[in-house]
């Protein structure tokens, strides 16, 4: 069933918030306030019309780094991503022990996921077998870099989801670079979705732009997936339109002209013509959405900022059951 015109409303702002947030990331890396940002923007649509393809809070969700309009939509505030950026202690990825965007959130089963690519689409194909032995009427929503899908992990966690007939989507979030790799210098094919067919599941290509479009495969995925007929796997493809992190500069690998076409097909500017066009939203409704969005956010930079610190000692649990000491 197509989203409702507030449910469209509804995505689209979750699409703002996340590329206004992103936005806020940068400055606050800029003014020397976090050390590390690793943003999503160009990578809205994808995300958001993903979330609202599953049953947001019941389904499973594993996550990568890239997902901060996802998560959103999976209901982390903004105050909770930016307190995960400060590292602070009531920042529910990690309480401030792993990098910023390695996400987690408990009250939406969203699994933290480690620093190594992939490991995450091989979490997703256990939490799948366990769902089937338990016959619980729930999926597991997976997201990837479509550099990652080059790793063996997420070629024996799609295997192994095929084998099993597991209730898995995989999205690949193509933004055609790994780092400064470009996607055919990581895969042979024109698109992961290709890889699918060898190992037995049906593959997918998407405009990942358009959020709509997105949300249409992935809510028949997940149909699929519920109705015991096993997992399928998504290609959303998008440019990534910043640097790959805060550490990265772009300049060396690839043109402006390169970059400014490809801003063209911006999911933020696709999304809104969208909604203008249906008579969702007009000029002065848009104004005032991004202007309450702007100022919800500066209201979570201020709460972030006085939230507290984790005490030095915490660092060290809950890595180990029991403490270790060193002589
Ligand atoms: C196993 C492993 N190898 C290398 C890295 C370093 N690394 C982090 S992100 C990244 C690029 C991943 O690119 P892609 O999968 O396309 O995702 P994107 O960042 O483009 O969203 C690399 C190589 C890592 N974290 N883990
Ligand atoms: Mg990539």
Known sequence: MDPSPDQKLDMYRLMLLARRLDERAWVLHRQGKIAFHISGIGHEAAQVGAAFAIRRGSDWVTPYY?????????????????????????????????????????????????????????????????IKLRGDDKVVLTTIGEGSTSQGEWY???????????????IVQNNQYAISVRAEKQMAV???????????????????????????????AVDNARAGNGATV?????????????????????SREE????????????ARARLQEEGLLSESQYDEMDTQIKASIEEAVKQAEAAPYP??????????AEEVRHA
């Open 190 to 220: 024109q698109s992961a979705a290709d890889k699918a067919c060898g190992l037995g599941l049906p593959g997918i290509m998407v405009d990942g732009t358009d959020v709509f479009a997105v949300h249409r495969a992935v809510k028949d």
């Open 259 to 270: 970059v400014e076409e490809n801003k063209r097909r911006d999911p933020l500017l696709l």
């Open 156 to 170: 024996e966690a799609v295997n192994w989801a095929a084998v099993h007939r597991l209730p898995v989507i995989f």
């Open 66 to 130: 890239r997902d901060l309009a996802l998560m959103l939509a999976l209901g982390m505030t903004p105050a909770e991503f930016l307190m995960g950026l400060m590292g602070k202690r009531d920042e529910p990825n990690s309480g401030g022990r792993q990098m910023p965007s390695h996400w987690s959130l408990r009250r939406a089963n969203a699994v933290s996921h480690s620093a190594p690519v992939a490991t995450q689409s091989v979490h997703a194909a256990g939490i799948g077998l366990a």
């Open 234 to 254: 998504i290609e959303t493809r998008m440019y990534r339109i910043t640097p790959h992190s805060s550490d990265d500069d772009d300049r060396t690998y690839r």
């Open 311 to 320: 005490a030095g000692e915490e660092a060290l649990h809950p890595v180990y």
